[in-house]
T-cell receptor, first 113, second 113 residues
Framework: DQQVKQNSPSLSVQEGRISILNCDYT??????FLWYKKYPAEGPTFLIS?????DKNEDGRFTVFLNKSAKHLSLHIVPSQPGDSAVYFC????????????FGKGTKLTVNP | KAGVTQTPRYLIKTRGQQVTLSCSPI?????VSWYQQTPGQGLQFLFE???????NKGNFPGRFSGRQFSNSRSEMNVSTLELGDSALYLC????????????FGPGTRLTVL
């Protein structure tokens, strides 16, 4: 039973355009959500997080949106750069993030110059 | 601050052997979590230690065990290795002060022959 789903295995965008990565979850107990970026043979790098008390959080070019009623979150990257090419994982946790992280399968983003 | 470090980075073992992986968390972080990443299953939670006590455990067999020392460093042990244990093992640390965001190390790539 996959509690966190990233339905798009891959996404390709042009440099300078917006990248939108999507994530759905099923567990209503999740109240803390994170996005990680991962290069091959490296550990995931934390990008941005959002608590369920918010619906938007911004950090530079990265914005995460949370729609609790739809159990859906998205990561927007504007503008996209070739260095953003990586696998992006959505993760969720309960109890304010103190519980284990449950990861989606990841979306491979390719930003073309 | 130094990031999460893991040793060794690469390991080759044969079936039936056992292995111990080590993780040093970010200074001041008392929580250490372990994850297994495989192509088929993605990132799966193994267990979490906080102040030398196992706080959470994933759905892995008893061959997988861990411990945490008083300086928050953690070790993970896998006994009677199987071919299916070949994976990237990731350690993440987090702080109970100011949020629980987990920061990952580079991982240990274990190959079982």
């Amino acid at each position: 039973d996959q509690q966190v789903k990233q339905n798009s295995p891959s996404l390709s965008v042009q440099e300078g355009r917006i990248s939108i990565l999507n994530c759905d979850y099923t567990n209503s107990m999740f109240d803390y959500f994170l996005w990680y970026k991962k290069y091959p043979a490296e550990g995931p790098t934390f990008l941005i997080s959002i608590s369920s008390i918010k619906d938007k959080n911004e950090d530079g070019r990265f914005t995460v949106f949370l729609n609790k009623s739809a159990k859906h979150l998205s990561l927007h990257i504007v503008p996209s750069q070739p260095g953003d090419s990586a696998v992006y994982f959505c993760a969720a946790s309960a109890l304010g993030g103190s519980e284990k992280l449950v990861f989606g399968k990841g979306t491979k983003l390719t930003v073309n110059p | 601050k130094a990031g999460v470090t893991q040793t060794p980075r690469y390991l080759i073992k044969t079936r039936g052997q056992q292995v111990t992986l080590s993780c040093s968390p970010i200074s001041g972080h008392r929580s250490v979590s372990w994850y297994q990443q495989t192509p088929g299953q993605g990132l799966q939670f193994l267990f979490e230690y906080f102040s030398e006590t196992q706080r959470n455990k994933g759905n892995f067999p008893g061959r997988f065990s861990g411990r945490q020392f008083s300086n928050s460093r953690s070790e993970m042990n896998v006994s009677t290795l199987e071919l299916g244990d070949s994976a990237l093992y990731l350690c993440a640390s987090s702080s109970d002060r100011g949020g629980w965001t987990q920061y990952f190390g580079p991982g240990t790539r274990l190959t079982v022959l």
